[in-house]
């Protein structure tokens, strides 16, 4: 089972921030906190990582809590382009922990 | 993107007979996965390679093989294809370190009959 918690869908208006929520409240000390999303029959694309430390790359930005039990996941400016099912996992950096998928949540972009 | 590619990208097959999916890529990424997609259970490891002729199985590994000879190819063979094997199937690289992830690529969707 997904170490995650996730909203099934949300709706963003195209131009505004989008914030994704994740909870992960059993997260162990050696455990990094990864999205990825997948749009329509495509591949899963990563997004960003993170262990504690609020991140930020071109596509997006994380901010995880100082307790580490939940994090959010930042699209600063939605596109229609970013409408997407958007998955929040929990592993450690190790090519051996596999990625456990949930449902993550569907992501509306609204024109 | 991590040059991933697949092939077939599609296939239809008919139940029993041996089918090879192909895994290729040009990063000289030390892990390679597959995985299967399906829905109401999102993706699911079945097998994973961390070196060339190393390998492991994932969660769903029954009906399945791999090989890997090579660093740039990953092989998942289905040697008796059941309609429950029905699937879109992902591979994914990565070189499995603290700074790296696991890239995808395009999918292969099967359909045995």
């Known amino acids: 089972d997904a170490k995650t918690t996730q909203p099934t869908s949300m709706d963003c208006a195209e131009g505004r921030a989008a914030n994704l929520p994740c909870n992960h409240s059993?997260?162990?000390?050696?455990?990094?906190v990864y999205w990825y999303r997948q749009i329509h029959s495509q591949g899963p694309q990563y997004i960003i990582h993170?262990?504690?430390n609020n991140e930020t790359n071109e596509m997006a930005s994380l901010i995880i809590t100082e307790d580490r039990k939940s994090s959010t996941l930042i699209l600063p400016h939605a596109t229609l382009r970013d409408t997407a099912v958007y998955y929040c996992?929990?592993?450690?950096?190790?090519?051996?922990?596999?990625?456990?998928f949930g449902k993550g949540t569907r992501l509306h972009i609204l024109p | 993107d991590a040059g991933i590619t697949q092939s077939p990208r599609h296939k239809v097959t008919e139940t029993g007979t041996p089918v090879t999916l192909r895994c290729h890529q040009t990063e000289n990424h030390r892990y390679m996965y597959w995985y299967r997609q399906d829905p109401g259970h999102g993706l699911r490891l079945i097998h994973y390679s961390y070196g060339v002729k190393d390998t492991d199985k994932g969660e769903v590994s029954d009906g399945y093989s791999v090989s890997r000879s090579k660093t740039e190819d990953f092989l998942l063979t289905l040697e008796s294809a059941t309609s429950s094997q029905t699937s879109v199937y992902f591979c994914?690289?990565?070189?499995?370190?603290?700074?790296?992830?696991?890239?995808f690529g395009p999918g292969t969707r099967l359909t045995v009959l």
């Open positions: 996992i929990v592993r450690l950096p190790r090519g051996d922990d596999k990625i456990i």
């Open positions: 994914a690289t990565g070189q499995g370190t603290s700074t790296d992830t696991q890239y």
């Open positions: 993170g262990l504690k």
């Open positions: 059993t997260i162990s000390g050696n455990e990094y």
